[in-house]
């Protein structure tokens, strides 16, 4: 099977721009989570999506918003960005969520922020 | 709400044997799951404990104590390869994941 996938790899933008990430989880899998990583404050979760609704939501201002499509590919969208978005962004997917089921990660969306 | 602790970094030999404690505070608990990132890569999952004891998988073994919030990993006959940040994680009513800050593994020869 493949492994998930996050595009793009890499991305540059500016304090003001917005943004949208996408992630393709592994065939079969119905949830996909988002977390942010950082340096200072670790792996944070972002939200959780099954079967195209938004099943949790972590401690985020409403600048970060997502959606999943029926086929459970996944996208995150950030608007005004400000300099402290700067972070790798990583989606995971599962077969059913909930986080006793072992998560798959993707490679991660490196966003900088200039 | 939930916290993990873990230590911020651990330094061991080539062939020795480590062991990577965490200690959780969550309301309701849900397992304790263990996951490995490489500089540059995507966490990767190592175990997942749900009850009480060892759960062993080749080289790496994961311990569980519900009665004390605790768990840990342990990596034998060590290799360069397992240098690496480890993180615990729980699960919690609203979150897949919580996760701990991450233990940073440098195994030196």
């Known amino acids: 099977k493949a492994g998930v996938t996050q595009t793009p790899r890499y991305l540059i933008k500016t304090r003001g721009q917005q943004v949208t990430l996408s992630c393709s989880p592994i065939s079969g899998h119905r949830s996909v989570s988002w977390y942010q990583q950082t340096p200072g404050q670790g792996l944070q979760f972002l939200f959780e999506y099954f079967s195209e609704t938004q099943r949790n939501k972590g401690n985020f201002p409403g600048r970060f918003s997502g959606r999943q499509f029926s086929n459970s590919r996944s996208e995150m969208n950030v608007s005004t960005l400000e300099l402290g978005d700067s972070a790798l962004y990583l989606c995971?997917?599962?077969?059913?969520?909930?986080?006793?089921?072992?998560?798959?990660f993707g490679p991660g969306t490196r966003l900088t922020v200039t | 709400g939930q916290s993990l602790e873990q230590p911020s970094e651990v330094t061991a030999v080539e062939g020795a044997i480590v062991q990577i404690n965490c200690t959780y505070q969550?309301?309701?608990?849900?397992?304790l799951s263990w996951y490995q990132q490489h500089d540059g890569g995507a966490p990767t999952f190592l175990s997942y404990?749900?009850?009480?004891g060892l759960e062993e998988t080749g080289r790496f073994s994961s311990f569980l104590s519900r009665s004390d919030s605790y768990g840990y990993l342990l990596l034998q006959e060590l290799q360069m390869k397992d240098s690496a940040s480890y993180f615990c994680a729980v699960p919690s009513g609203n979150t897949p994941l919580v996760f701990g800050k991450g233990t940073r593994l440098s195994v030196i020869a």
């Open positions: 404990n749900g009850l009480d």
């Open positions: 995971a997917s599962s077969l059913r969520g909930q986080g006793i089921n072992e998560q798959y």
């Open positions: 969550t309301s309701g608990f849900y397992g």
